[in-house]
């Protein structure tokens, strides 16, 4: 698969972009090289490749799942301009 400029033009006019002859043909060789590149990964036999989540065999070590601050909740709203039900009370952004 190709990109010609005449399909980089579209693009660049739904996208509202000015780009100039040279600017254009710029942006249609790197993209043309990237599909290339592509082409080359897509061609790459995977059949006996395990699919993995990880490329190493190791595991996260997870910390213990403990509480470490206790709920200071009250003394935030105690400070907070408006706080109601425990909720904090903001002006409405959308009229």
């Not at 190709?2 to 579209?10: F, L």
């Not at 990237?34 to 190791?58: F, G």
Request: overall charge negative; cysteine-free; glycine content about 2%.
């Amino acid at each position: 698969m190709s990109v010609t400029p005449q399909h980089i033009a579209d693009v660049a006019t739904l996208a509202r972009l000015e780009l100039d002859t040279e600017r254009l043909q710029g942006i249609t060789d790197s993209i043309n090289e990237i599909l290339t590149l592509v082409e080359q990964l897509q061609s790459v036999p995977l059949d006996d490749v395990e699919p993995m989540a990880h490329p190493r065999d190791e595991h996260q070590r997870l910390r213990k799942d403990e509480v470490t601050e206790h709920n200071q909740r009250d003394q935030f709203q105690a400070i907070a301009p408006d706080a109601q039900q425990g909720l904090y009370v903001v002006p409405p952004v959308i009229e």
